[in-house]
């Protein structure tokens, strides 16, 4: 076996654990995406209608609180006392649209992070391989820009869909006014996006470069 053999063996086995490593964190992640679909599914839609968190004006309440339980068994649970900002709803007359738009809301976020889970694990392990300037890869990171951003659109779409089936369900707003946390995370999805586009153009044109300098050769 010559020296150079010998180096690549030795390296891929080097890479076996990493690449184990990838395999399983995806299917974790993928597991525990699907595991938060099927528990927000049936949070959401209850036998007797659908659950919805509503905002209320701010109340002072007093409840008792869930026992805590220490070394020598149950601990006695106090009354606490807080503001109430929003209260869990049953919407028993919500239109068939609306309920489409909040199942679909779910679905969509579901195959979204999925989406984003495969498109991610396929880049890394590309990068195993030594193979990321490759055409896969720019499909990769592409397929993973477009579906953050389509998901993301639609999901707020069929979210705010569902919103006005419960407002008119009710008489009442269904959302609290959009404030400063809200437009933060819009700013940090449209930073994930636009950064995952530049690397895909970027990308590219490494590509390109890559195959000009292959034909001169």
């Not at 839609?45 to 220490?70: C, D, H, K």
Request: net charge neutral; glycine share 10%; with cysteine.
């Amino acid at each position: 076996m010559s020296h150079s053999t010998q180096s690549e063996f030795q390296q891929q086995r080097r890479l076996k654990p990493d690449a184990f490593t990838v395999l399983v964190m995806g299917v974790l992640a993928a597991a525990s995406v699907i595991a938060i679909t099927v528990t927000t599914f049936r949070d959401a839609f209850t036998p007797n209608g659908i659950m919805w968190r509503l905002p209320v004006s701010e109340a002072q309440v007093t409840a008792e609180a869930l026992t805590a339980y220490g070394s020598g068994g149950p601990i006695s649970a106090e009354p606490v006392s807080g503001t109430l900002t929003t209260i869990n709803v049953l919407v028993t007359q919500l239109n068939p649209l609306s309920t489409i738009a909040l199942g679909a809301t779910i679905i969509v976020a579901c195959l979204t992070g999925l989406c984003g889970i495969v498109c991610t694990g396929g880049i890394a392990w590309a990068f195993l391989r030594g193979s990321f300037f490759s055409r896969a890869t720019s499909r990769l990171v592409r397929t993973l820009t477009y579906g953050l951003a389509i998901g993301a659109v639609t999901a707020y779409a069929c979210w705010h869909l569902a919103a006005n089936g419960v407002e008119g369900a009710l008489n009442v707003r269904s959302q609290a006014p959009a404030g400063g946390i809200w437009w933060a995370w819009y700013a940090v999805i449209l930073f994930i996006v636009c950064s995952l586009g530049l690397l895909d153009i970027a990308l590219a044109r490494a590509l390109r470069m890559q195959e000009e300098v292959e034909g001169l050769v």
